[in-house]
């Protein structure tokens, strides 16, 4: 423990110290830059430069990165005001057969865990709340299940992503329901208004992995289009250890494939229609109990949409959406049908279908006052079944509802009068199963000078139960509650920044206060047989500070990180939620030699309290090492060494993690 807090004070020294001493020392430089004249997803501008603190080495333009998510109208992101980031292209390729996990965990403020590797479900924690308080979007659609309340993240593989926007905070104003931690984006590739362009990879990697993929896009004469996609396999490692009572001493392979693509159509200035289409999945291995079996777990995601974003006039726009998602897990057990008697082992489908509809008008009466008016609809389909030994009259999932819908009417006003700033909004969702939840959020900025800027907001949010929760039929080992209530929050945070051309600093904290809070108990306290149930049990109160810096010292050489420290408890007894570490540092150093680029990431965590046991999972430090070279007809080798030093550590209880692993690619862009 004494070193743990060595290597995080040591981390806090050199982050604290670097970005103060090298910020000082920056001229004056105004923190708003020209911005792109692309045009995409969701009709958002974008460049295809490094957000600030993530900015590429070399002497490239600095464009500003636009943002669409924060304020769901395109805007430069240092004009946002909140805990916002964005993860470029250019920075995903530093991840080589990485996952959406791996590039999240990168980022301040967002931790991530897994069952067992890349293939198995994985979720994440925005500012220590639950994996299900945060709402995760493809394209602007929502693709959270209704049943879980979990996104499929392992089935979103990288290289289909052309950037990712990150909301921290409260943003059920926005958004709706699920939106208490925060909004994670996914903008998938193609819908780029730039001339024919295409990539491809392929690479190999430990445990017998592999990676292909393959894409290009383009605009002409009015058209835009893109089609992309990828494969790749794995020989994987043992999901478990030895103790759980679903070990197996077999390595969990997995195999995963994705396919999308854009078509739009501008068929008069300020008129265009656009059809977008998303398919992705992921068949992994798992262990489900003796006897030794190749379980698999498949979960997939599909999204559509069409989009007509028209400029009715000169400060009007309107935007129609319709978007259609499916999100499904299921289970193939083999021990299912040869040992019925053992309920452990089941196959096991659930799956969510959801319709998403939008009306949004952007009203621009100047370049800095705006009002967006919009209502949506979100409507909810879910099914599942879990068959005892294969048999049908065993499956047993019968929801007592099957659907739900929410409509929802919305207004949010950004305006900003010389140094001062604001943005402010406000919903109504009219739930079919627990009426209206009227949510709220006031944000006010201040430019103390051009480098510094100071804020302030308070917002509220809310959670409606999933169905798992709600209508779970009693069985040995869970029952699900339909007297749930939604779970609120109440967030206030305060923040500050400096922003020049080579350095960037960020201090926020925050609280978040969640009441009618969900836990899993069980029903019979004290009783080691009981079911376990979700209920309400009150308030949990979520503290934080966050510190993130990045300071380019030149064309070569670029350091970045950020300190955490969490105090995530329930604030009936005191007691810490769990899986949440309270301090993590992030350190990263690029460096450019000659031609090559190198780049060396730090990541520690320190201890978290478990779910299942109450115990203590030990905090642990990573070390990461990633090296690339351009070769000639615009090719380029990449190579990344995750955990150099083989570390064991633990995520969640009984289930292992990757040891040292190396993957190499070969990149092809024109």
């Known amino acids: ?173 926005l958004y709706g329901a699920d939106a208490i931690g925060g909004v994670i984006n996914v903008i998938t590739r193609g819908d780029q208004d730039r001339p024919f362009s295409a990539y491809a990879n392929a690479g190999v990697g430990s445990y017998a992995t592999t990676q292909y993929d393959a894409g290009f896009s383009g605009a002409k004469d009015g058209w835009v289009y893109s089609l992309f996609g990828g494969y790749g396999q794995s020989g994987g490692t043992n999901a478990t250890k030895a103790g759980n009572y679903s070990y197996n001493p077999d390595k969990d392979s997995y195999y995963r494939s994705n396919v999308g693509g854009t078509l739009g159509y501008t068929w008069r200035a300020g008129q265009t229609v656009t059809f977008q289409s998303y398919q992705s999945s992921v068949n992994g291995g798992y262990d489900a109990g003796k006897p030794d079996f190749n379980d698999r777990g498949i979960q997939t995601v599909n999204t559509n949409m069409l989009t007509s974003k028209n400029r009715v006039s000169d400060f009007w ?79 047993y999932v019968n929801y007592q509802q099957t659907s739900r819908y929410t409509n929802s009417l919305f207004g949010i006003y950004r305006g900003a009068w010389g140094p001062q700033s604001v943005q402010a909004s406000v919903r109504n969702d009219n739930n079919s199963q627990y009426g209206n939840f009227v949510t709220g959020s006031l944000v006010y900025g201040l430019s103390l000078t051009p480098q510094w800027r100071a804020t302030v907001g308070a917002n509220t949010g809310f959670r409606a139960p999933n169905f798992n929760e709600l209508y779970w039929p009693v069985t040995p080992f869970y029952a699900g509650n339909p007297l749930l209530q939604p779970e609120k929050s109440r ?84 007691a810490l939620l769990p899986q949440r570490a309270q301090r993590v540092a992030k350190l990263a150093l690029d460096q450019a030699v000659w031609r090559a680029r190198l780049t060396a990431e730090w990541y520690v965590s320190s201890e978290r309290k478990d779910t299942m046991s109450g115990g203590s999972l030990g905090g642990y430090s990573l070390l990461n090492l990633q090296g690339s070279y351009p070769l000639p007809s615009g090719a380029e080798v990449q190579v990344r060494w995750n955990n150099v030093f083989g570390k064991q550590y633990t995520l969640i209880q009984g289930y292992s993690t990757l040891g040292s692993n190396v993957f190499v690619n070969l990149a092809w862009r024109m």
């Open 1 to 173: 423990m004494q070193l743990l807090t060595y290597r995080l004070s040591a981390a806090a020294a050199a982050v604290v110290v670097s970005f103060s001493v090298f910020g000082q020392s920056q001229t004056s430089t105004p923190t708003s830059t020209p911005t792109s004249t692309s045009t995409g997803k969701a009709g958002a501008q974008e460049s295809n430069v490094m957000p600030p603190g993530e900015l590429k080495l070399g002497p490239t333009p600095q464009l500003a990165t636009i943002v669409v998510t924060p304020g769901r109208t395109a805007e430069p992101l240092s004009d946002t005001l909140g805990d916002n980031s964005v993860i470029g292209r250019d920075e995903l390729e530093t991840l080589p057969n990485g996952t959406l996990a791996n590039a999240l965990v990168r980022e301040h403020g967002i931790e991530a865990l897994d069952y067992g590797g890349p293939q198995s479900q994985s979720s994440v924690n925005i500012r220590g709340t639950n994996s299900n308080q945060s709402l995760i979007l493809i394209d602007g659609l929502r693709v959270n299940s209704a049943t879980s309340g979990n996104a499929p993240l392992s089935a979103i593989p990288l290289n289909s992503i052309e950037r990712v926007e990150i909301v921290r905070g409260t943003a059920s104003s």
């Open 317 to 395: 726009t309107s935007t129609l959406r319709a978007g259609f998602t499916n999100e499904r897990y299921q289970t193939v057990n083999a021990a299912a049908d040869l040992v019925p008697t053992n309920p452990l082992n089941g196959k096991q489908h659930f799956a969510t279908q959801q319709g998403q509809y939008l009306w949004q008008n952007d009203l621009k009466f100047s370049s800095t006052q705006i009002v967006s008016l919009g209502y949506e609809r979100l409507e909810q389909n879910v099914d599942g079944t879990l068959s005892n030994g294969g048999y049908p009259q065993a499956s």
């Open 491 to 574: 967030n206030i945070e305060m923040g500050l920044k400096y922003s020049t051309e080579k350095t960037q600093l960020s201090l926020v904290a925050y609280r978040n206060e969640i009441t009618n809070l969900i836990l899993t108990q069980p029903v019979v306290p004290g009783d080691i047989y009981s079911p376990y149930a979700p209920i309400n049990v009150g308030q949990a109160l979520i503290q934080g500070v966050s510190l993130f810096g990045s300071h380019r010292f030149n064309s070569d050489t670029q350091v970045r990180g950020s300190l955490n420290w969490l105090d995530p408890r329930n604030a009936e007894t005191g």
